[in-house]
């Protein structure tokens, strides 16, 4: 079973400039997580999707962050303008959601330095 | 009330030692506790989660305890190796809607 696909790896980008992220769920997961996680915290919830409805965006900065997912299947997270302090790795999960199998299986993120 | 609180930041354990780390959470609606273990480079991965019917769970070398009226929970890895050496994340949520409150990571090395 294929994991969870983002790209690009690494960004680099200065402030005031924007950027986008993307991610491919595991194929047939209905829900998919966007985190951020600077360095040397835990990750910190951004948006929640079930299909391509938003269940959760509470703590997404919506004027500078924006997502969506397109058919309930890939997602882009984008920054605009991005600062200083959006220098963090921006993970993908996704989970079925169905039953008891709640496990969310993250991607190995995007490293996104603003300098 | 949605913190989870995780020590300590850093851990040293000598191979074949036990390694422990703690978390304490104040939400009394959490019902879903999973430990997570990320390398470097990569996404976190789950390693063991526990629900609070049980006080203990047990997954070859590793496991939860869990004390509910203390509001706490702890990861024992035994005989710890080289190749447990990882930063180590617990977590909490509400077990229906998955939205999980995370720590700020224990940073274990285990020495040879």
């Known amino acids: 079973e294929a994991g969870v696909a983002q790209s690009p790896r690494y960004k680099i980008i200065e402030k005031r400039q924007s950027v986008a992220f993307w991610c491919n769920p595991i194929?047939?997961?209905?829900?998919l997580y966007w985190y951020q996680q600077i360095l040397g915290q835990g990750p910190k919830l951004l948006i929640q999707?079930?299909?391509?409805?938003?269940?959760?965006d509470s703590q997404l900065p919506k004027d500078r962050f924006s997502a969506e997912r397109l058919k309930g299947v890939d997602s882009t997270l984008k920054i605009q303008p991005a600062k200083l302090e959006d220098s963090a790795v921006y993970l993908c999960?996704?989970?079925?959601?169905?039953?008891?199998?709640?496990?969310?299986?993250f991607g190995q993120g995007t490293r996104l330095t603003v300098v | 009330q949605q913190q989870v609180k995780q020590s300590p930041q850093s851990l040293i354990v000598q191979k074949g030692g036990i390694s422990i780390i703690n978390c304490a959470y104040e939400?009394?609606?959490?019902?879903?506790f999973p430990w997570y273990q990320q390398f470097p480079g990569k996404g976190p991965a789950l390693l063991i989660a526990?629900?609070?019917d049980v006080s203990e769970k047990k997954e070859g070398r590793f496991t939860i305890s869990f004390n509910k009226s203390a509001k706490q929970f702890s990861l024992h890895i035994m005989d710890s190796q080289p190749g447990d050496s990882a930063t180590y994340f617990c977590?909490?949520?509400?077990?229906?809607?998955?939205?999980?409150?995370w720590g700020a990571g224990t940073k274990l090395i285990i020495k040879p």
């Open positions: 999960a996704s989970s079925a959601q169905t039953g008891k199998n709640t496990e969310a299986f």
């Open positions: 939400n009394t609606a959490f019902d879903y």
């Open positions: 977590a909490a949520a509400i077990y229906s809607n998955y939205q999980l409150i």
């Open positions: 194929s047939g997961h209905a829900t």
């Open positions: 526990i629900r609070p």
């Open positions: 999707f079930q299909n391509n409805g938003v269940v959760d």
